[in-house]
């Protein structure tokens, strides 16, 4: 048998002899929940930036706890399923459900520790000095409380329904992520007894109390923003405070706040029901009560009240997390809204490309005369509106069809879609119900969108639907032409300032064409497995992508430099990660800018040497999907919906879309994907299965990726209008 070789970079090209690599073996994986906690500790660490001002530090903080609370519903869930079933982890890395459980609460009480640390010695005392003072009930002057008893009285006792615990009152269903009291009471027969308050969720969390004001004038408590000439009290605080009046005849011994988190990774029942809208509802429903998968409890709960919660609830030990800071730390991002904005950083306005530099022109000859390649947040999201709005105005448009996955809660693509069906248009909306956590958003813009006579179709049974797409059909003078949108991310214009995402406009006939026909596979009866142009998963995806990833290796074969850059949210997929690992081995340069979970171990000795992995994690929240290859020299790039993970390959229509414009493709290299590997100030840089954060070395410029790109889209120009972010 002829002896393998391989390339041996580091030697000048030369050929040595290849040990045989087991690219399956679980020693080359990191386990998917540790490495996503890898991430969360990333956006942590972000928090704990305390270069950055006090309400951006509140904010990263926020955005830790929300995505901890998604975890423990969705993934975590997961794995405590497994556990209890007894069923053996079949993903590559091979680390069963109860080693995962343990590891998961050994990192993630790390994290939360480090958390409350922050906000309790940092943040909250550095808010205070700016004059944020966000405070406890006793802090209150006298004054103060006196309103309050009023406003408790007249404003949320009506509203609190406290809840014995006894053998004629069983322990209550708690509702996921709400906010509870658990109380111990004494009775005048010297009897204890246990009951259960929830924190009313339609009231709002912060408590606005003015300290200087004349009570008569406070007719605006609890929604004043400027903050200069009031205190910022827990709702909490003050039902706590106010406990007695709820139980009188009662003593109130000791009591302390609880939440816990349910399992809400509900499959929908699509095979056993003839409705799908219905049966997305019905899991709606039953998320709500889920088996519950953590307990969290305030710091200074009493030994007896938490044993007490943990019997009635069953729990396991490493189901209980004792809490630092404040409870459900999530809702603190509404402080953000403080009109404080020295505490902030300034606000950036969005560039728009110089094609569609007068929102009053025509778009559609502007993409006629060329592809139009738009960076978010950087460039306006306000182009992609306007082609959706004049679509549905322009007298020449006859369809539209477009993809719905997350849209926001007042969405202008939506109400476009319902002004075109009123101009006549014909309209199709494939909304996507199954949108994890938007789902009974998503059914209300169904609903709307019904009405108003476009034709919804509401996604398929089995598989969801996360491309970005909008076809516009156009009849011109020399015929029928179609208009294309496809991008990284939602349409969503809320989201749009926050995210970086990329998208194309483009009139490219053989994009148009395959776009028209995955319409019709999304909508009717249609089977396509290969498209002209576009990667379309379940399909044709991975197949493409592996076979572009080989062409590398071939070509460093041949000593023709193989290189790939990938950008994605996500890296899980085994066979993707076997063929970079190959890839590697060859000698093929491989650049990963992975913002989450990255299940690949780069550093590798023989195996994963030639495999860089950064994180990028800074102000907005990377969400570009990029995948380039060198390609013996003439390179060819693809931008899109998907990750690299098997659920959006096997499970889901995603969609990307091979960038054909020559100067877009070296735009996307040159200018950003380079300019993202230089960073050294928002990075992680992954070696083996840790994160480092990268610092500039002595002598060598400072480089913040975003940071630039907010610059060049200063520098070129901003129209009059445009939102700020």
């Given at each position: 048998m002829a002896e393998?070789?391989?390339?041996?970079?580091?030697?000048?090209?030369?050929?040595?002899?290849?040990?045989?690599?087991?690219?399956?073996?679980?020693?080359?994986?990191?386990?998917?929940?540790?490495?996503?906690?890898?991430?969360?500790?990333?956006?942590?660490?972000?928090?704990?930036?305390?270069?950055?001002?006090?309400?951006?530090?509140?904010?990263?903080?926020?955005?830790?706890?929300?995505?901890?609370?998604?975890?423990?519903?969705?993934?975590?869930?997961?794995?405590?399923?497994?556990?209890?079933?007894?069923?053996?982890?079949?993903?590559?890395?091979?680390?069963?459900?109860?080693?995962?459980?343990?590891e998961i609460r050994k990192t993630a009480t790390a994290l939360l520790a480090k958390a409350g640390e922050h906000w309790q010695k940092s943040v909250l005392p550095g808010l205070r000095a700016k004059g944020v003072r966000i405070v406890r009930y006793e802090e209150l002057?006298?004054?103060?409380?006196?309103?309050?008893?009023?406003?408790?009285?007249?404003?949320?006792?009506?509203?609190?329904?406290?809840?014995?615990?006894?053998?004629?009152?069983?322990?209550?269903?708690?509702?996921?992520?709400?906010?509870?009291?658990?109380?111990?009471?004494?009775?005048?027969?010297?009897m204890?007894?246990?009951?259960?308050?929830?924190?009313?969720?339609?009231?709002?969390?912060?408590?606005?109390?003015?300290?200087?004001?004349?009570?008569?004038?406070?007719?605006?408590?609890?929604?004043?923003s400027n903050v200069r000439d009031a205190d910022i009290l827990p709702l909490e605080e003050l039902i706590e405070e106010h406990l007695p009046l709820l139980f009188p005849g009662y003593r109130v011994i000791d009591c302390g706040l609880f939440r816990i988190s349910r399992n809400s990774d509900m499959a929908v029942e699509e095979y056993d029901s003839d409705d799908l809208l219905s049966a997305v509802q019905d899991m709606v429903e039953r998320r709500r009560f889920g088996g519950v998968v953590r307990l969290e409890t305030s710091r200074g709960m009493p030994s007896e009240l938490s044993e007490f919660l943990v019997r009635k609830l069953g729990l396991k030990p490493f189901?209980?997390?004792?809490?630092?800071?404040?409870?459900?730390?999530?809702?603190?991002?509404?402080?953000?809204?403080?009109?404080?904005?020295?505490?902030?950083?300034?606000?950036?306005?969005?560039?728009?490309?110089?094609?569609?530099s007068d929102p009053e022109g025509d778009i559609f000859a502007a993409i006629r005369a060329g592809d139009v390649f738009l960076h978010h947040p950087y460039d306006s999201f306000s182009p992609v509106l306007e082609f959706v709005r004049k679509a549905a105005e322009d007298p020449d448009v006859i369809s539209i069809k477009q993809t719905l996955y997350r849209v926001g809660r007042d969405s202008p693509i939506v109400r476009s879609l319902m002004e075109a069906r009123r101009r006549g248009k014909q309209v199709t909306a494939v909304v996507e119900l199954k949108a994890r956590f938007d789902e009974e958003r998503n059914i209300t813009w169904a609903e709307e969108l019904e009405k108003a006579g476009v034709n919804v179709v509401y996604g398929f049974v089995?598989?969801?639907i996360h491309a970005k797409l909008c076809l516009v059909v156009r009849r011109e003078p020399g015929g029928v032409v179609s208009y294309a949108h496809i991008g990284t991310g939602n349409y969503n214009a809320s989201t749009a300032r926050m995210y970086t995402d990329m998208g194309i406009l483009t009139c490219h006939q053989d994009i148009c064409s395959d776009i028209a026909d995955l319409f019709n596979v999304m909508t009717g009866y249609a089977e396509k497995l290969s498209y002209r142009t576009l990667l379309v998963s379940p399909h044709s995806m991975r197949s493409r992508i592996i076979e572009l990833i080989q062409n590398e290796i071939a070509a460093a074969g041949q000593g023709n430099g193989g290189e790939i850059i990938m950008k994605c949210n996500q890296l899980v997929d085994r066979k993707i990660i076997q063929a970079l690992y190959m890839a590697s081995i060859a000698g093929v340069r491989i650049s990963l800018v992975v913002r989450g979970i990255c299940c690949l171990v780069p550093g590798i000795p023989?195996?994963?040497?030639?495999?860089?992995?950064?994180?990028?994690?800074?102000?907005?929240?990377e969400h570009a999907r990029v995948y380039w290859f060198r390609n013996g020299g003439d390179p060819c790039a693809?931008?899109?919906?998907?990750?690299?993970?098997?659920?959006?390959?096997?499970?889901?229509?995603?969609?990307?879309?091979?960038?054909?414009d020559a100067g877009v493709r070296r735009r996307l290299l040159e200018d950003i994907m380079r300019v993202q590997l230089a960073d050294n100030k928002q990075t992680w840089l992954k070696k083996g299965m840790e994160y480092t954060r990268i610092k500039p070395e002595k002598g060598r410029p400072a480089v913040n990726a975003q940071e630039m790109f907010l610059a060049g889209a200063a520098a070129a120009g901003t129209s009059a209008g445009e939102a700020s972010m």
């Amino acid at each position: 048998m002829a002896e393998k070789k391989r390339r041996n970079p580091s030697s000048g090209g030369g050929a040595e002899p290849a040990r045989h690599v087991d690219t399956a073996s679980s020693e080359y994986y990191q386990n998917r929940e540790l490495s996503w906690l890898d991430f969360n500790a990333r956006v942590l660490e972000t928090a704990m930036d305390r270069k950055l001002p006090l309400l951006e530090q509140l904010k990263f903080l926020s955005i830790f706890h929300s995505n901890l609370d998604e975890f423990f519903m969705v993934r975590v869930a997961g794995v405590l399923h497994q556990y209890r079933e007894g069923v053996e982890n079949t993903a590559p890395d091979r680390m069963q459900p109860s080693r995962q459980l343990a590891e998961i609460r050994k990192t993630a009480t790390a994290l939360l520790a480090k958390a409350g640390e922050h906000w309790q010695k940092s943040v909250l005392p550095g808010l205070r000095a700016k004059g944020v003072r966000i405070v406890r009930y006793e802090e209150l002057s006298e004054r103060q409380r006196r309103f309050l008893l009023t406003y408790f009285r007249d404003e949320i006792y009506p509203v609190l329904t406290p809840q014995a615990i006894d053998p004629g009152h069983p322990f209550p269903t708690i509702s996921n992520l709400s906010i509870n009291f658990i109380i111990r009471l004494q009775g005048r027969d010297g009897m204890e007894r246990f009951a259960r308050l929830r924190c009313p969720s339609n009231v709002p969390r912060f408590i606005f109390v003015p300290r200087t004001r004349d009570a008569k004038a406070w007719a605006d408590l609890g929604i004043e923003s400027n903050v200069r000439d009031a205190d910022i009290l827990p709702l909490e605080e003050l039902i706590e405070e106010h406990l007695p009046l709820l139980f009188p005849g009662y003593r109130v011994i000791d009591c302390g706040l609880f939440r816990i988190s349910r399992n809400s990774d509900m499959a929908v029942e699509e095979y056993d029901s003839d409705d799908l809208l219905s049966a997305v509802q019905d899991m709606v429903e039953r998320r709500r009560f889920g088996g519950v998968v953590r307990l969290e409890t305030s710091r200074g709960m009493p030994s007896e009240l938490s044993e007490f919660l943990v019997r009635k609830l069953g729990l396991k030990p490493f189901q209980i997390y004792r809490l630092r800071g404040p409870l459900a730390f999530s809702q603190f991002m509404a402080l953000y809204d403080v009109d404080r904005p020295a505490l902030k950083t300034p606000p950036q306005s969005a560039a728009r490309p110089e094609a569609l530099s007068d929102p009053e022109g025509d778009i559609f000859a502007a993409i006629r005369a060329g592809d139009v390649f738009l960076h978010h947040p950087y460039d306006s999201f306000s182009p992609v509106l306007e082609f959706v709005r004049k679509a549905a105005e322009d007298p020449d448009v006859i369809s539209i069809k477009q993809t719905l996955y997350r849209v926001g809660r007042d969405s202008p693509i939506v109400r476009s879609l319902m002004e075109a069906r009123r101009r006549g248009k014909q309209v199709t909306a494939v909304v996507e119900l199954k949108a994890r956590f938007d789902e009974e958003r998503n059914i209300t813009w169904a609903e709307e969108l019904e009405k108003a006579g476009v034709n919804v179709v509401y996604g398929f049974v089995g598989m969801k639907i996360h491309a970005k797409l909008c076809l516009v059909v156009r009849r011109e003078p020399g015929g029928v032409v179609s208009y294309a949108h496809i991008g990284t991310g939602n349409y969503n214009a809320s989201t749009a300032r926050m995210y970086t995402d990329m998208g194309i406009l483009t009139c490219h006939q053989d994009i148009c064409s395959d776009i028209a026909d995955l319409f019709n596979v999304m909508t009717g009866y249609a089977e396509k497995l290969s498209y002209r142009t576009l990667l379309v998963s379940p399909h044709s995806m991975r197949s493409r992508i592996i076979e572009l990833i080989q062409n590398e290796i071939a070509a460093a074969g041949q000593g023709n430099g193989g290189e790939i850059i990938m950008k994605c949210n996500q890296l899980v997929d085994r066979k993707i990660i076997q063929a970079l690992y190959m890839a590697s081995i060859a000698g093929v340069r491989i650049s990963l800018v992975v913002r989450g979970i990255c299940c690949l171990v780069p550093g590798i000795p023989g195996v994963s040497e030639n495999i860089t992995v950064r994180s990028i994690v800074g102000r907005f929240l990377e969400h570009a999907r990029v995948y380039w290859f060198r390609n013996g020299g003439d390179p060819c790039a693809f931008i899109g919906s998907a990750d690299m993970m098997t659920r959006n390959l096997d499970r889901r229509i995603e969609v990307l879309t091979p960038v054909l414009d020559a100067g877009v493709r070296r735009r996307l290299l040159e200018d950003i994907m380079r300019v993202q590997l230089a960073d050294n100030k928002q990075t992680w840089l992954k070696k083996g299965m840790e994160y480092t954060r990268i610092k500039p070395e002595k002598g060598r410029p400072a480089v913040n990726a975003q940071e630039m790109f907010l610059a060049g889209a200063a520098a070129a120009g901003t129209s009059a209008g445009e939102a700020s972010m």
